[in-house]
């Protein structure tokens, strides 16, 4: 009981299952510290509603660890600048946190806070956050890790934890106007406990027909879990979602009957997400660069220098004469979220229809996701813009979208009052012509022969198993990849 710690609060902002925690329990003297970084403040994907989700955990946590015994820092600068001024009041001897897989910016800061970790004599421990790995020697068996990883007990609750006699300001958590920040668009209740209640509702109620709402914007919004903001706050951990999930399952075996294995198959869609939630994000952390360059390099010079400002800004403002792209963006714009099918095609448009390259468009959507991950989001900014090389190629037709999920157009009218009324702009680009022309552009370099063996290199870095396996196999003995959407994303 010797030690001096400082748990670091980044994108774990929870109480429950949260190691760094759990370990603080056994230190003489402990607080809790979160940094509100210049870097994310000034990097281009930050967003009001980012902080202000944050900001309403943070209070909460505030209240929840001083109820517990320990002080929560908040410090504004820069890392680690931070470390080293705290440490002249309070001379700790431990770091404790989170590993976090994000941005270039965050991972820059994590080397110097490494190396000033080392320079004083500070030990510094990680502890996974999701089931992502570091370092991964090979893809081979990370199903199984990930298996491994959820299968352990969650943590227990931790009642009493160490505090200081140190005099410290505990600094107030700014609000956005104290930092002379614009107002954030509405954002849903944040912190530990709306995240159980937003868990609670999906398993108990809404998620019992989640494979049949997941595509239609309009039944997402209550038939999803929405945990996607918790997750990527860590208001919740990964782990108690899918603890609870899966206790769940068992209670709807045990219950039985027709009903009980219907909502068990809906739930079983669910799990599998969550699967891919850290399947992406393992992406980002053995491959950063993937957050500026194409997956698979045979698509570099394909987009860049085709940026087209007019294009785009129809586009981001949800004016391009097609309806339903329209009010897709539009209900973004205004909610911070639009289910997964509908953030697919407003991309898919953007990098086909519209020959946007990527990078400005993810830019642009991250600062519109409330739920802004960064291994999910430019792994699958690349997936629907045709630079992974291992995916199928998807290009979303945008009336038959409509046609599809919007039979009615309610969701168009509610979005987007103008349709139909002389103030709505004809479409930008005639729909068949444009995305004939950008599957041929797509095609013309996946015909190249480097691309067969780039593809590969990709598989095998970060596919997952079945298409490894699938890719393993001589040609003749390759069935096709699965058409399905939900399979294909497995790739
Ligand atoms: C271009 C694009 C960008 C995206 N960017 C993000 C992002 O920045 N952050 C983010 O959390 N999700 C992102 N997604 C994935 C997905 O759209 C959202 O996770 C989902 O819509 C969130 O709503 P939900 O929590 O109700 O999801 P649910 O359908 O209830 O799924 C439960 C959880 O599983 C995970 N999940 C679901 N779908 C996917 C998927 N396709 N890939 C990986 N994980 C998934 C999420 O953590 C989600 O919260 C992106 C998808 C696309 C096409």
Known sequence: MS????????RDLRCADHAPLAAAVRCRAAL????????????????????????????????????????????RGAMPAVLAQLRRDYPFTELFSHQETGAAWSYARDRRVAAWCREQGVRWREWPQFGVFRPLARRDGWAAAWEQFMAKPLLAAVDRLPGTTAQLDQGEIPTLRALDRPGARPIPPAGEMAA??????????RGSRYLHTLS????????????????????????????????????????????????????????????????????????????????????DGLRED???????????????????????????????????????????????????????????????FLDFEPGIHWSQ?????????????????????????????????????EWGSADYPPPIVPEQQVAR????????????????AQAAQVLRRHGAGADRKRAAKPKSQQKPPPATEQLDLFS
Not at 34 to 41: C, Q, R, T
Not at 351 to 357: K, P, V
Not at 390 to 398: A, D, G, M, Q, W
């Open 3 to 10: 030690d001096i710690a400082v748990v670091w609060f980044k």
């Open 437 to 452: 022309a950008a599957r041929e552009k797509i095609w013309a370099r996946r015909r190249l022969p480097e691309a067969r």
């Open 216 to 299: 239609s914007p309009l039944l997402a919004e209550q038939g999803c879990s929405r945990l996607s903001a918790h997750l990527a706050y860590g208001t919740v951990s990964m782990h108690q979602v899918v603890h609870r999930a899966r206790q769940r399952l068992r209670e709807l075996r045990e219950q039985g009957g027709v009903e009980a294995v219907e909502r068990a198959r809906h739930l079983r869609g669910f799990l599998s997400r969550l699967h891919w939630h850290c399947h992406f994000i393992q992406k980002l952390e053995d491959e950063p660069d993937i957050e500026f360059h194409n997956f698979s390099r045979i698509y």
């Open 306 to 368: 085709d940026w087209n400002e007019e294009r785009f800004s129809a586009w981001a403002e949800g004016r391009t004469g097609f309806p339903f792209v329209d009010a897709c963006m539009r209900c973004l714009r205004a909610t911070g979220w639009i289910n997964f099918r509908m953030r697919a095609m407003l991309v898919s448009f953007a990098s086909y229809h519209l020959w946007l390259h990527w990078r400005g468009t993810g830019l642009f959507l991250a600062r519109q």
């Open 196 to 205: 159980q209640q937003t868990l609670e509702s999906f398993l108990s109620e």
């Open 381 to 417: 900014m690349q997936m629907q813009s045709g630079t992974t090389g291992i995916n199928t190629l998807r290009i979303y037709s945008p009336s038959k979208q409509w046609a599809d999920q919007d039979p009615r157009g309610e969701f168009v009218r509610r979005w987007l009052p």
């Open 32 to 75: 809790g510290l979160y940094v509100l970084e210049d870097e994310w403040l000034e990097a281009p994907e930050w967003d009001p509603q980012h902080w202000e989700f944050i900001r309403q955990s943070l209070l909460e946590l505030r209240r929840a660890l001083a109820a517990r015994g320990m002080p929560l820092l908040l410090r």
